[in-house]
């Protein structure tokens, strides 16, 4: 897969970019990114990228024609000439549909990303309407720019690749992750873990047992799979209702989480 980031601070992605998962994927030639600068496409002697919103208003807005002209660089064709099939350009904003889980694997299925990071007040409504098939928010707050969003979505939809992650079922049991009927899993997979279907992931716990006079729950060193599944299960509905409960409208529920939600 390949990630295009057009912005006017390529460096900031210098970060992002060489740690962790996502420089992993860039080692092992799973992904590419490139960082496109904005102003390398203006045609001034100040390489002004921006200028005052028509109407009247505050702040300033990114101008169209350095961003169609660094898509056009990279071979980015306008919204009506491109097949989405396999290629997506993304515009980051505030105002853009939120960014979920389910959106990160619809993405990961495509062979390239570009992702226009907003500034300033926005951008001119015609990139919008003529390059880009999505707007995206990572949220209901304001950034100073779409910089932040893009890394975020980079390496929500690079550790969904196939051969990122060391195990692939660590992509798929967990929060917001598949319903149970909906994996295929591997081998390997812990036999006590429920696909969450929409909902949060259990608590984890790991080694010592016992900590600062906390221990861990019993039911997790019994070695009886069966009950460890149903403590878990319930742990995701419990941690769903109490820090999001509007996930449970959508979740895929069976009449024991539904029992054991009414008992809460």
């Known amino acids: 897969m390949r990630f295009e980031l057009i912005t006017i601070f390529p460096g900031f992605f210098a970060g992002p ?7 992993r994927a860039i080692r092992k030639g799973v992904v590419s990114a ?8 203006t045609h001034d002697r100040h390489r002004t990228v921006d200028d005052r919103p028509f109407g009247g208003g505050e702040g300033m807005v990114l101008k169209a024609q350095p961003i169609f002209e660094c898509a056009e660089s990279i071979g980015i064709t306008q919204l009506a000439e491109r097949d989405l099939t396999r290629e997506s350009v993304i515009l980051l904003a505030a105002g853009g549909k939120p960014f979920t889980q389910t959106i990160a694997h619809e993405l990961s299925k495509l062979e390239r990303i570009t992702m226009i990071c907003g500034r300033y007040e926005g951008v001119d ?20 720019g779409g910089e932040l969003g893009a890394a975020i979505i980079l390496d929500a939809v690079t550790r969904l690749l196939p051969g990122v992650l060391g195990n692939a079922d660590s992509a798929r049991f967990e929060s917001f992750g598949h319903s149970d009927e909906e994996i295929e899993h591997t081998l390997e ?5 429920h696909g969450s279907g929409g909902l949060l992931d259990y608590p984890h716990y790991t080694r010592p047992a016992e900590f600062l006079g906390h221990t861990i729950p019993e039911v997790l060193a019994n070695g009886d799979h069966a009950q ?37």
Not at 34 to 41: E, I, K, P
Not at 127 to 144: A, K, M, Q
Not at 231 to 239: D, F
């Open 17 to 23: 970019l060489d740690y962790g998962v996502v420089s």
């Open 34 to 41: 490139n960082t496109h600068d904005l102003r390398a496409f």
């Open 189 to 193: 997979s812990p036999q006590a873990t």
């Open 125 to 144: 409504e015609r990139v919008n309407t003529l390059l880009c098939d999505r707007e995206l928010s990572v949220g209901d707050y304001v950034l100073s």
């Open 228 to 264: 460890v599944r149903k403590w878990r299960r319930q742990q995701q509905l419990l941690k769903t209702a109490r820090n999001r409960p509007d996930l449970l409208a959508k979740a895929d529920l069976s009449e024991e989480d539904r029992t054991f939600l009414a008992g809460l």
